[in-house]
């Protein structure tokens, strides 16, 4: 039997079919042709580093990759630039898309003020922790004859006195004003070897003593640096006698071959209890 091929190309019905696979065929080109323009098909961008920046600084640099960004939220961090980028989504060096957006959280534009609590007649620990817990801190103790010794007696900043209840940036400093009693006494210089400055700052406080000057070898680059850094060496030395709310400078590093020297320990000669002292009384 023979075919008639001119016959099955000139039927209606497979003139259809091939009509509607070639429409499905065109169709099909334009979509994925579509799909790849819209989704940058094999086109990705490295998402940059934006902390530090502002917001337009960011949307600036941003848009010469084709990227937008958009600010969701805003918290207070000490130790950041006010009104500056914190923390990004998606993260840096993450690959996105062209034209997709960049999520900040930025840095509060203005510092958040705390009350300062009464913390009259408190021991100078109790007053402390309390200046502590509402995100303010004690730089320095000054003690002052008064009957009431280890009480405090008021508060300064700035050496401006300040009235409990008073609204203060959050992260200030202030100085406790603290009862001696009547009499002038001495006492003897702890060690700080090892502390960072702020674990040396409350046990100075602890021992009725301040920190006087603060020595960086190199000086940190931000807080959290700051917080590596270690005491290798003060003046008054360990064992020194001091007034009451004396101050001791301190020395810090973050080498560890700094203390491979002995730590300096002041003895007494007068005190039959410190034998081996050297003839500048400093042992090392």
Known sequence: MKIDVKKIFINPYTISVVAALLILFV?????F??????TNHGQEIVVPDLSGMTPLEAKQLLAKQTLKCEVIDSVFMKGKSLGA??????????????DRTVYLIVNSSSIRKVILPDVHEFSLRQAEAMINSVGLKV???VYVPNEYKDL?????QNKLEVQPGTRIPEGSSVTLYVGRGLANETLEVVSFRKL??????????????NI????????????????QYFVYKQVPATGSSVNVGGSVDIYLSK????????EVIYFNPEDPSDSGAETDNLFK
């Open 85 to 98: 980028i914190v923390e990004q989504t998606p993260s840096p060096g993450d690959k996105i898309k062209a």
């Open 152 to 156: 405090v007696q008021y508060v300064k």
């Open 33 to 38: 042709s579509w799909l790849n323009s819209y």
């Open 255 to 262: 080498d560890p071959s700094v203390l491979e020297s002995p």
């Open 212 to 227: 006087g000057k603060v020595i960086y070898d190199v000086q940190p680059k931000d807080d959290a640096d700051k917080a």
């Open 196 to 209: 960072n400055e702020e674990q040396a700052l409350l046990k100075a406080h602890s021992a009725f003593l």
């Open 27 to 31: 169709l099909y080109k334009c979509t």
């Open 139 to 141: 730089d320095s103790v």
